[in-house]
């Protein structure tokens, strides 16, 4: 069998599964309205995280984007901020993929990026904090039928903002509808399903909790919906307290595999800030679980200062879950230089990237609006690095006598190996074609809705990266011109080395300054100059027609090409 004839079979069974399993999961949930409910209230709680998370992103604008940038710059700073904006979205893997974003684009500094995942973790725990202290005391399903309805019809009529705030309105009135489900399905269980008996009395028994909580974080990708679980069941006496302390710590495991899947297919900086994630939530968990009966009495304790009720299991697992986190947080924070040098040297810097690679282009960057444009404009500014250098070649000039200082005299009157300059269309196909394909295709994928300002950056940006492609095809006229006409005593070679020192003048403002308005000049007064000599040298005969025409469509070129680079 061929090796599609096999994928297609592969493909045929896993089909075949699907249906089976999904066929035996509704005879279960038809025969079980119990566990219906509870399925049911779980999915909806689920989708309403989505339609949270969504509106949050819309109505950001960047400012949430802007926010975690700027707070990177001081750990302390970072871990208070990173726990504000979980607190706000709800969500440490949307942080957590935020922040490889930034990494991944080359915006934050590793040690930053490592502070605002530990607030992310710390700000996670206000989830169980909402749901034990009003998601499980109150009939919410009342609360969520204005917010259903309003958000429903709103995001069907409205639109920018407005309808950001109807999806919102729809993500809490899902959000409050799920939990009620499952408060409804727990207590249908009440009498007939009890996991004392799973618990055991010796601590080898939490590990098989913790599992429980990594595998259900995993399969449902939300710590806030194991977590919702946990207290419901816990609430409605079907799971005891210890073990629900050890659910709790494999959900701060399992968020981990968001980050590491987020990883997989980005660079050695995202690589290296999944890798801290990692680190951090198992070293936070392993001491939990090692002190779970010491953090429980400390909770007890607590719990009692605070004026809690003995018997307020809900709330001291949310209390038990915001102070082992904080306990991670004391731990590796004086560790966080040693572990980023630590991650640097076990994912280190490719020596050299390909040519036509990308290297900001990570499927993490098209999370958020704003780091997607971020790592389009880094991803331009590489294409136009390679552009500026491609321009050099097509004038004959070292970019090292161009780029960085300005270009001599003595540099075009220098003698031309025309061996030496490889054609710029093949240099065109190896580095700047490619490398545009996968920009253009990053920006298809981005289906993130950008502001006002965030499209006309990237029009501009689109713009730019035209130009600077055409002026790189004028450049390849140019070049075969100027090699043509490249030994010592061609009458030409005077004309072309002033035109390659202007244009080179050209080059070295553009690269200092991309919105220099003066980059013309230069090409514009030999123009001016070539065009009154020719005149006279036609007169006189010092020059051949032929060439004279060959010489005026050079100038032409050359001006189109800095006209192509000058701003609009």
Not at 84 to 111: C, I, R
Not at 482 to 496: F, I, K, V
């Amino acid at each position: 069998m061929t090796r599609q004839g096999m994928a297609a079979a592969l493909l045929s069974r896993r089909r075949q599964l699907e249906a089976v399993g999904l066929a035996i999961a509704a005879t279960v949930l038809l025969a079980r309205l119990d566990l219906a409910t509870l399925a049911a209230g779980l999915g909806l709680f689920l989708w309403g995280m989505t339609h949270l998370q969504d509106a949050i992103k819309r109505l950001s604008g960047g400012t949430l984007d802007r926010w975690l940038h700027t707070a990177t710059r001081h750990p302390f700073r970072a871990i208070g901020v990173g726990a504000t904006a979980t607190a706000l979205v709800q969500s440490s893997s949307l942080v957590t993929l935020l922040a490889m974003s930034f990494v991944g684009a080359g915006l934050v500094a590793l040690p930053g990026a490592i502070a605002l995942l530990f607030g992310a973790n710390l700000g996670t725990t206000t989830g169980a904090w909402l749901i034990a202290a009003f998601g499980l005391r109150f009939d919410l399903a009342t609360f969520a039928m204005p917010f259903l309805a309003l958000g429903l019809i709103g995001s069907r009529v409205l639109q920018d903002a407005r309808g950001a705030i109807a999806g919102l309105l729809l993500g809490v009135g899902l959000l409050f509808l799920g939990i009620d489900f499952m408060k409804l399905g727990f207590e249908a269980w009440q009498d007939g399903l009890s996991l004392d008996g799973l618990a055991g009395g010796s601590a080898w028994h939490w590990p098989l909790f913790v599992l429980f909580g990594v595998v259900a974080t995993v399969v449902m990708q939300s710590s806030h919906a194991t977590l919702l679980i946990t207290l419901a069941a816990l609430a409605g006496g079907q799971l005891p307290y210890l073990p629900a302390l050890a659910v709790a710590i494999g959900a701060n495991i399992g968020t981990t595999v968001t980050a590491v899947l987020g990883a997989l297919g980005s660079g050695f900086a995202a690589r290296r800030l999944a890798g801290a994630h990692v680190v951090f939530n198992l070293v936070t968990a392993a001491v939990a679980l090692a002190l779970l009966v010491p953090l429980a009495w400390l909770v007890d304790w607590l719990g009692e200062l605070i004026g809690l009720a003995a018997d307020a299991w809900p709330l001291k697992l949310a209390l038990f879950h915001t102070l082992f986190n904080l306990l991670g947080i004391v731990l590796m924070l004086p560790l966080i230089p040693r572990l980023a040098a630590r991650l640097e040297r076990a994912f280190p810097e490719p020596a050299r990237t390909p040519p036509a690679q990308a290297r900001y282009l990570a499927p993490t960057a098209l999370q958020h609006a704003d780091t997607a444009v971020a790592a389009i404009e880094q991803e331009c500014q590489r294409l136009n690095r390679r552009a500026y250098h491609l321009l050099c070649s097509a004038i004959l000039v070292p970019s090292a006598e161009a780029i960085g200082h300005p270009p001599s005299r003595a540099v075009v009157k220098a003698r031309i190996e025309p061996s030496a300059w490889t054609p710029v269309n093949t240099r065109y196909h190896e580095q700047i074609k490619p490398l545009m394909a996968e920009i253009l295709d990053f920006y298809s994928r981005l289906d993130t809705p950008l502001t006002e300002a965030q499209e006309a950056r990237v029009e501009t940006l689109y713009a730019r990266t035209l130009r600077m492609v055409e002026a790189v095809r004028f450049g390849e006229v140019l070049q075969r011109s100027l090699l043509r006409h490249a030994a010592p005593a061609s009458p030409l070679r005077e004309a072309h080395d002033d035109i390659r020192l202007a244009l080179a003048e050209g080059l070295n403002r553009l690269a200092a300054n991309p919105e220099a308005a003066d980059i013309s000049a230069p090409i514009d007064e030999v123009r001016r100059h070539w065009q009154q000599a020719l005149a006279e040298r036609l007169r006189e005969h010092r020059l051949d027609p032929w060439l004279a025409s060959s010489l005026m469509n050079d100038l032409h070129q050359a001006t189109r090409l800095m006209g192509a680079l000058a701003p609009a």
